[in-house]
């Protein structure tokens, strides 16, 4: 089992910048990606960013390319994500998720992760 806390959501304005932590306990030693996920009303939860164990390579959805970055503290078990230039378009619930079970799906598939917290709300006002 491995057990994911969000925190850093909040209400900021357009153009501005929040950092997400999502700290990891348990059974950590089997995480392999480590991913963040948004899912705004209405609409489906879709792939923000993604982080490889290892090898430490990171992938990001286009629309926040050169805006979000992930990055992974291992000492400490937890995952960031920095959002700068945010947009109200960024409004959204944003999920932390981990793969423990490798099975080589896209990054970008939810259905790879098998570990979700329960989600920070990110508001951006315009």
């Known amino acids: 089992q491995v057990r994911l806390v969000e925190s850093g959501g909040g209400l900021v304005q357009a153009g501005g910048s929040l950092r997400l932590s999502c700290a990891a306990s348990?059974?950590?030693?089997?995480?392999?990606?480590m991913g963040w996920f948004r899912q705004a009303p209405g609409k489906e939860r879709e792939f923000v960013a993604a982080?490889?164990?290892?090898?430490?390579?990171?992938y990001y959805a286009d629309s926040v390319k050169g805006r979000f970055t992930i990055s992974r503290d291992n000492a400490k078990n937890t995952v960031y994500l920095q959002m700068d230039s945010l947009k109200p378009e960024d409004t959204a619930v944003y999920y932390c998720?981990?793969?423990?079970?490798?099975?080589?799906?896209?990054?970008?598939?939810?259905?790879?992760?098998?570990?979700w917290g329960q989600g920070t709300q990110v508001t951006v006002s315009s």
């Open positions: 998720a981990a793969d423990t079970l490798n099975t080589g799906s896209p990054y970008t598939d939810s259905r790879r992760y098998d570990y």
């Open positions: 982080s490889r164990c290892c090898a430490g390579s990171t």
């Open positions: 348990g059974r950590t030693f089997g995480v392999s990606v």
